[in-house]
């Protein structure tokens, strides 16, 4: 039988496929991320905006994997996603993750020094633009990790560029929203930063600058999916 006969259809169903699978294959989903979460909410940090779970888990295996010791992200929020980075990066590593709100940038302080990796994370708050505009690290990044605005996504991806190794690896949360980038009547400003994105890509693939790729998923999230790019 066609597995496409049966397939979930709504954000109800794919959230709990993906808890099901999750259930057998994430273990770190502790009392520590839990808290986490909730000390975000309580602060009033938006519930919705954290990478899931399985995420998480991919994130932290992509850099066991890749031996990879340093890390910048764009968009801290509660520090989630940087904690799940955090566990995986080795003791000599480093990850630096930048911010624009000054509240969330102290939950995410927070949240990361309770999780007991306060001396390996690094926050910074302002402008992520402006921010990674002035970075200029003697040793390059291994991974970039862009999550936030998405209007800006083009800004942060052509930093990204030049503050990552060569075969360092970029990856770009919520690239697909639930389909509608393809969509040119959906003209919002982040929808509209993401095009160009892809735009700016098709230039960099050309040049021989980057190769990437787009992994479309469901589940928690909706309809969504993440860019994978890696510096040539």
Not at 55 to 71: A, S
Request: aromatic share 8%; proline share 4%.
């Amino acid at each position: 039988m066609d597995p496409r006969a049966n397939a979930p259809s709504s954000i109800v169903e794919w959230t709990e496929a993906e808890k099901y699978q999750n259930s057998f294959l994430i273990h770190e989903q502790d009392d520590t991320l839990e808290f986490i979460l909730q000390n975000s909410i309580n602060h009033g940090l938006p519930s919705h905006m954290p990478v899931s779970a399985g995420e998480g888990k991919f994130l932290n295996l992509l850099i066991k994997c890749l031996g990879v010791k340093r890390v910048l992200e764009v968009g801290t929020l509660g520090g989630y996603s940087a904690i799940w980075m955090a566990r995986a990066i080795p003791e000599d590593g480093k990850l630096v993750t930048l911010e624009l709100s000054e509240t969330y940038a102290q939950v995410a302080k927070e949240n990361i020094t309770q999780a007991g990796f306060g001396d390996k994370c690094q926050i910074i708050v302002g402008p992520a633009d402006e921010t990674m505009t002035n970075l200029h690290p003697d040793i390059p990044f291994d991974m970039v990790f862009i999550d936030a605005d998405k209007k800006s996504y083009p800004k942060y991806f052509r930093e990204a560029k030049r503050l990552v190794k060569k075969g360092g690896v970029i990856i770009v949360d919520n690239v697909i929203r639930y389909g509608n980038v393809h969509d040119k009547s959906v003209n919002d400003e982040n929808t509209v930063g993401i095009r160009k994105l892809l735009a700016d890509l098709k230039e960099d693939s050309r040049k021989g600058e980057i190769e990437a790729t787009t992994i479309p998923t469901v589940g928690e999230k909706g309809f969504d999916g993440f860019l994978y790019a890696i510096k040539k």
